[in-house]
């Protein structure tokens, strides 16, 4: 995939690998590259948008610092890193089998768990800060009767669009030893 554009207006460059982007989105990207703990480059991808804090569908590398929030504050979107129980060896080669456990186990799209897999001890005082949230902005559930169900199902699912899984068993060493 060719950039189409690179702007050098902050402390790293922007690579743009799409001709098609907003101009909020374009100024976010601005923004964001001249932030001091930007590494490298920022990558804005062909799906680029504006997004609240930063840019959904751009890469935004950091040194010294991590970001969960970078993916551009998507509505639920979050980010995790997780250091695994298991060392590289332990892996078999053909990771097909992992995949297919992890597509079984997490629901994607507008999916949700069947059932609650959280505890109701843990997110029943999640409930009060989302009451609060839905009476200064009605519209999100206005159509759905089970608010705290729908939202309690659809912790720990992929969502749709840019959202993945990513597993990289070649850098699992360095990821994996302390």
Known sequence: MPIIKEINKGKVPVKIYTDDIEPEAYQQLINISTLPFIHSHIAAMPDVHYGKGATVGSVIPCKGAIIPAAVGVDIGCGMNALRLSIKASDLPDNLRGVRTVIEAAIPVGFESHKH?????????PLSDGL????????????????????????LGTLGGGNHFIELLRRHLKKILLP
Do not use: E
């Not at 609650?116 to 029943?124: N, W």
């Not at 009451?131 to 009605?138: A, E, M, Q």
């Open 131 to 154: 009451d609060n949230i839905l009476k200064k902005h009605p519209k999100l559930y206005k159509n759905d009767k089970k608010k705290f169900k729908t939202w309690v199902r659809q």
């Open 116 to 124: 609650d897999k959280a505890r109701a001890s843990m997110v029943r």
